[in-house]
């Protein structure tokens, strides 16, 4: 048997359940967030999820266009010649051409993002000169499923258990606007109290993917909850209890969150790649 198959073999019998469907049996090791998110695919240690091949697989697409847009978007203060940007602009008009920036938007549409996203702007500029990009809803899909997975992988690591998919789940993806991230949202950090943020023996990684995290919850009743930034330029929140106490809160389970994703999966593929 070769090394790779020894420590697979390893892997899964230290692993032996899919964290993403929390059902089947695992078959490959997964790197959350994927290699291509990182400047020269250099990836975190202790990354590696157990995933079954259809979990793994389906993701594909998804996880390049949110590398694609991590490191067009990066403010993580890698040189642009390190970022792979050619690279990823290439990737991103040969394999996802509907999903192109749109960088003549109007100056109405500009200030339609201005005044949803709530950002203030320069007195001296006019919308129409402003530095506004229009992204495609479809490119939030991949951000929203890449977001599902790594809640499921975060939870597997701290709560060393796959997320039951009975479990009430929040999920949101939102591109930040302050040099440092966490600034953004800093009441939700502060009250996160255990931060890490990825590493690998003789690369400096930067401050490429970090997040503050928790377990959460009381008595026997489990949560867990985070706070991740990627390359400074995207935050990724996820929570999952195992019971919703306030009845304000509108939570959906993982379950449904998976079937709907699953659902959705054909017609978004069909949609990107035509
Ligand atoms: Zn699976």
């Given at each position: 048997m070769g090394q790779r198959k020894r420590r697979l073999q390893a892997f899964k019998a230290e692993h032996p359940i899919c964290c993403y469907c929390a059902k089947a049996p695992t078959e490959t090791i997964d790197h959350l967030p994927n290699r291509d998110c990182f400047v020269g695919r250099a990836f975190p240690e202790g990354f590696e999820f157990p995933a079954c091949s259809t979990c793994n697989s389906k993701s594909r697409q998804a996880e390049q266009i949110v590398a694609i847009y991590l490191a067009l978007l990066a403010r993580d203060g890698f040189p642009p010649e390190e970022r792979n940007l050619t690279e990823k602009a290439i990737a991103l008009k040969?394999?996802?051409?509907?999903?192109?920036?749109?960088?003549?938007?109007s100056a109405n549409q500009k200030r339609r993002a201005f005044e949803y996203h709530d950002i203030g702007y320069l007195e001296s500029q006019t919308f129409a000169e402003s530095p506004v990009i229009g992204i495609n809803p479809d490119v939030w899909f991949a951000f929203d499923f890449v977001n599902l997975k790594l809640l499921s992988a975060l939870y597997y690591l701290h709560m060393e258990a796959p997320l039951p998919h009975s479990?009430?789940?929040?999920?949101?993806?939102?591109?930040?606007?302050?040099?440092?991230?966490?600034?953004?949202?800093?009441?939700?950090?502060?009250?996160?109290?255990n931060f890490k943020r990825g590493q690998r023996r003789n690369t400096n990684l930067g401050t490429q993917f970090e997040y503050k995290w928790a377990r959460t919850g009381s008595n026997d009743k489990q949560g867990f909850a985070y706070v991740c930034v990627l390359r400074q330029c995207m935050l990724l929140y996820g929570a999952a209890i195992e019971e919703v106490t306030n009845p304000d809160m509108e939570m959906t389970s993982a379950g449904e969150i998976w079937a709907e994703i699953n659902q959705k999966l054909p017609v978004w593929l069909d949609a990107i790649s035509s």
């Amino acid at each position: 048997m070769g090394q790779r198959k020894r420590r697979l073999q390893a892997f899964k019998a230290e692993h032996p359940i899919c964290c993403y469907c929390a059902k089947a049996p695992t078959e490959t090791i997964d790197h959350l967030p994927n290699r291509d998110c990182f400047v020269g695919r250099a990836f975190p240690e202790g990354f590696e999820f157990p995933a079954c091949s259809t979990c793994n697989s389906k993701s594909r697409q998804a996880e390049q266009i949110v590398a694609i847009y991590l490191a067009l978007l990066a403010r993580d203060g890698f040189p642009p010649e390190e970022r792979n940007l050619t690279e990823k602009a290439i990737a991103l008009k040969n394999n996802f051409p509907q999903l192109i920036p749109d960088l003549n938007l109007s100056a109405n549409q500009k200030r339609r993002a201005f005044e949803y996203h709530d950002i203030g702007y320069l007195e001296s500029q006019t919308f129409a000169e402003s530095p506004v990009i229009g992204i495609n809803p479809d490119v939030w899909f991949a951000f929203d499923f890449v977001n599902l997975k790594l809640l499921s992988a975060l939870y597997y690591l701290h709560m060393e258990a796959p997320l039951p998919h009975s479990h009430f789940v929040a999920l949101r993806c939102v591109p930040t606007t302050k040099k440092n991230s966490f600034d953004e949202i800093s009441p939700m950090v502060n009250a996160l109290p255990n931060f890490k943020r990825g590493q690998r023996r003789n690369t400096n990684l930067g401050t490429q993917f970090e997040y503050k995290w928790a377990r959460t919850g009381s008595n026997d009743k489990q949560g867990f909850a985070y706070v991740c930034v990627l390359r400074q330029c995207m935050l990724l929140y996820g929570a999952a209890i195992e019971e919703v106490t306030n009845p304000d809160m509108e939570m959906t389970s993982a379950g449904e969150i998976w079937a709907e994703i699953n659902q959705k999966l054909p017609v978004w593929l069909d949609a990107i790649s035509s």
